[in-house]
C-alpha cells in the first residue's frame, strides 16, 4: 500500500488539467480581489469593521467578548495571520487576502465535487459551473420597484460578511459527508472523524450550517428508512449529531446564558424578514427560481438521489429559521438567521447544478422545455449576480 500511494498522487496530478486549473484560479482572484479590496478598505455599514475590530483586539491580548467568543475562528485566524507577520500584515489587509483565497478553495472545492468526464470541453464547463456559483444571486426583479437588491431575499453571492464566506468551504465539505451517510455509504472512523471536525469547525465558524444540516439530516434519513434504504447510522451520530450538538450548546451557553444580557431565542414568524422588506413570498420564489424550476426536471430524483434530497431537506431547515425565528433584544435587527437560508441556499444550488450536469448533461435526453426553464433561470441568476457584484462595486452599501 505506502509503494502505491505516491504512484496513485503522481498519476491524479498528471490527469488534471492545469491549464483549467490556472485559468479558473486566475479569474476568481480577478473577479472578487477588486470587490473584497472595496469592500473592506473603506469605512462603510457592512460587518467587515466590527469583525476586524474583535481580531485586532484579541492580537493585542484582549480576549473576546462572550458573543464572538461563541464563534470565534475567523478572529483568530485573522490574528494568527496578523501576528505571524509580525505585525506588518495589519488585520484589514489579512481579511482581503482569506477573502480572496476563501472563494478561491470554494471554486476549487466545486469543480473537484462536479468531477471528471469522458467528454470535449467537460472541464471547462465544470469550471464554469463552479465559478458561477460563487456569483449566482436572487433574481432581483423587484429592485426597479423598491430599490433593494439584498433585503427580503434569500442570499447567495455575499460581500459585505465575512463569516458566511468563510463557512462556505467547511459547510460544502461537510455536505458531501451528509450525502454519504443519506446515501448508506460506509465510512471509515478515520472519515466520520474528519466529519466531525468539520461539523465543530463550521458551527465554530458560524453556526447556522449545524443549525440547519442536523434536522435535514433527520428529515432525509427518516425519509430514506421509509423507503427501507440503507443510512449509515454511524456517520449520522458521531460525525454530525453529536458534535454538533454539543457545539450549538456550548455555543447558546456562552452566546445567550452566561453573556447576562437577558436576550434569547424567539418563536416570531416573518417578524425580522417583513421588518427588511415587504413581498416575501415573490422574493422567495426568486430567490430559488432555478432549483425550484430543476425540480420540475428532476422530478422522482427529489426521493432517489440523497443529494438532492439533502439539499432540499437543508434549505427547507435553513429557509424555516429565517422566516419563524428572531433573537430577543438589540440582535433582532441582525437578522442572524439569515444566514441558515442563505448557506443552505448555496448548497441546495450547488448540488442541482451538479446533478443537472451529471445526470442531464452527460447522458442527455432533456427536453427543449427543460432547457429554456432551467438554462434560463440560472442566466437569471447570474445576471443579478453580476447586477449585484456590480452594485457592490459601486456603493459601500448593501440593501
Not at 248 to 269: D, R
Request: charged share 10%; net charge positive; glycine share 6%.
Amino acid at each position: 500500500m505506502k509503494t502505491k500511494r505516491p504512484a496513485a498522487w503522481k498519476e491524479s496530478l498528471k490527469s488534471q488539467n492545469w491549464k483549467v486549473l490556472l485559468i479558473l484560479v486566475a479569474a476568481t482572484w480577478l473577479i472578487c480581489a477588486p470587490v473584497y479590496y472595496h469592500q473592506i478598505a473603506f469605512p462603510n455599514d457592512t460587518d467587515y469593521s466590527q469583525h476586524v475590530a474583535y481580531a485586532q483586539q484579541f492580537a493585542n491580548g484582549e480576549g473576546l467578548n462572550s458573543y464572538m467568543l461563541a464563534h470565534p475562528v475567523l478572529h483568530l485566524i485573522l490574528a494568527a495571520m496578523h501576528l505571524a507577520s509580525g505585525r506588518l500584515l495589519g488585520v484589514y489587509a489579512s481579511l482581503m487576502v482569506l477573502q480572496v483565497l476563501v472563494q478561491i478553495c470554494t471554486v476549487l472545492i466545486l469543480y473537484f465535487w462536479i468531477g471528471p468526464a469522458d467528454r470535449k470541453g467537460w472541464d471547462w464547463l465544470r469550471a464554469g459551473a463552479a465559478l458561477t456559483l460563487t456569483l449566482v444571486a436572487p433574481v432581483m426583479l423587484l429592485a426597479f420597484q423598491d430599490g433593494l437588491f439584498y433585503f427580503g431575499y434569500i442570499g447567495l453571492a455575499n460581500y459585505h460578511n465575512p463569516t458566511i464566506h468563510l463557512l462556505k468551504p467547511f459547510a460544502l465539505m461537510s455536505f458531501f459527508y451528509g450525502i454519504r451517510c443519506i446515501a448508506g455509504e460506509k465510512t471509515s472512523w478515520k472519515g466520520i472523524l474528519l466529519a466531525a471536525l468539520l461539523t465543530v469547525l463550521s458551527a465554530t465558524i458560524k453556526p447556522n450550517y449545524a443549525m440547519s444540516i442536523l434536522p435535514a439530516l433527520a428529515l432525509a434519513a427518516g425519509v430514506r428508512w421509509l423507503q427501507r434504504r440503507r443510512v449509515d447510522w454511524k456517520l449520522l451520530a458521531f460525525g454530525f449529531f453529536l458534535p454538533g450538538l454539543l457545539s450549538l450548546a456550548a455555543q447558546w451557553l456562552i452566546a445567550f446564558f452566561f453573556n447576562n444580557t437577558g436576550e434569547h431565542i424567539l418563536f416570531a414568524p416573518f417578524m425580522v424578514a417583513a421588518a427588511h422588506s415587504q413581498n416575501l413570498i415573490l422574493k422567495f420564489l426568486l430567490s430559488a427560481l432555478f432549483p425550484i424550476l430543476a425540480l420540475l426536471v428532476i422530478r422522482r430524483g427529489l426521493w432517489e438521489k440523497p443529494g438532492i434530497l439533502l439539499g432540499w431537506a437543508g434549505f427547507l431547515a435553513g429557509a424555516a429559521q429565517y422566516y419563524l425565528l428572531s433573537e430577543s433584544g438589540e440582535r433582532w435587527w441582525h437578522s442572524n438567521f439569515a444566514w441558515s437560508s442563505e448557506i443552505m441556499l448555496l448548497l441546495l444550488f450547488a448540488v442541482t447544478v451538479r446533478w443537472l450536469l451529471r445526470e442531464k448533461v452527460l447522458a442527455g435526453g432533456m427536453r427543449a422545455w427543460e432547457k429554456i426553464a432551467v438554462y434560463g433561470a440560472y442566466l437569471a441568476h447570474l445576471v443579478a449576480g453580476i447586477a449585484y457584484y456590480a452594485y457592490c462595486m459601486m456603493t459601500l452599501h448593501f440593501k
